[in-house]
């Protein structure tokens, strides 16, 4: 870990510079995180959200979802090669950079982070984006304009949707599920030690073994009105019960 505190120190210290108010009168933009769990959901919601906002919210820019786009934008923004993106938060990385370090000095994955937090930000900042995974709750966690989402589920249930995904034996779904799991929170504790991944991070958990995607999108829809009255997203309607 001590190899890592300065870049870990340039990326907070990064988060802080850009991370100003909105001057007076202004409002912030709005832009989503989601974070999940193995076999929970997200890229499905992340689509249904990015559609139903499109849908509703006729502003002048449409909404984009990122999860593999946001590995590609990455890539693109910094010169990177796609891999070392995509094996950010893998344990068994380090052979990876290994080769690249060979290329660079600079390629560690420490620096990769640092890249992917400077584009996170920027499409943070920029508004009107449903950004999936890659830490970007803790990168954004002191942006105004952001809703945090946060899926989980009963590990049984977690199991059996990625054995339908991978059309594989439930036993080697639950050993992938465990696997992603403890590859995410190493991951989170090597460049957020001090940051819990916690309920009070996020602005909603929800449980997708208990609610619809659609019921989730439904229920997000005014947390982003709450934090950005530009967006015209139509306030939900009152359930009259019998």
Not at 91 to 111: I, K, P, R
Not at 141 to 148: E, L, T
Request: hydrophobic share 40%; with cysteine.
């Amino acid at each position: 870990m001590g190899k890592l505190n300065p870049i870990l120190a340039a990326v907070r210290s990064h988060v802080h510079t850009i991370s100003g108010e909105p001057a007076a009168g202004e409002h912030p933009c709005a832009f989503i995180t989601i974070s999940r769990e193995a076999g929970a959901g997200g890229r499905t919601l992340m689509r249904r959200l990015v559609d139903r906002l499109n849908e509703i919210d006729t502003g002048e820019l449409p909404w984009t979802g990122f999860d593999k786009e946001l590995v590609e934008k990455i890539a693109e923004d910094h010169n990177l090669h796609k891999s070392l993106v995509e094996m950010l938060g893998e344990q068994c990385h380090s052979w990876l950079y290994d080769v690249f370090a060979g290329l660079s000095a600079q390629t560690t994955e420490a620096t990769v982070y640092r890249r992917a937090a400077e584009t996170i930000r920027a499409l943070a900042q920029g508004g009107r984006a449903v950004i999936v995974g890659r830490g970007g709750v803790f990168i954004t966690q002191n942006m105004p304009g952001g809703v945090h989402i946060q899926i989980v589920a009963p590990l049984e249930h977690r199991v059996e949707q990625m054995a339908r995904l991978m059309e594989t034996s439930k036993a080697v779904a639950a050993s992938e599920v465990n696997r992603i799991d403890h590859n995410r929170e190493s991951f989170y504790r090597r460049y957020w030690p001090n940051t819990p991944l916690s309920p009070g991070v996020f602005t909603a958990t929800f449980n997708s073994a208990a609610i619809s995607e659609d019921k989730m999108v439904e229920s997000i829809l005014p947390l982003i009105l709450k934090l950005d009255p530009r967006a015209h997203v139509p306030q939900p309607q009152a359930v009259h019960l019998p």
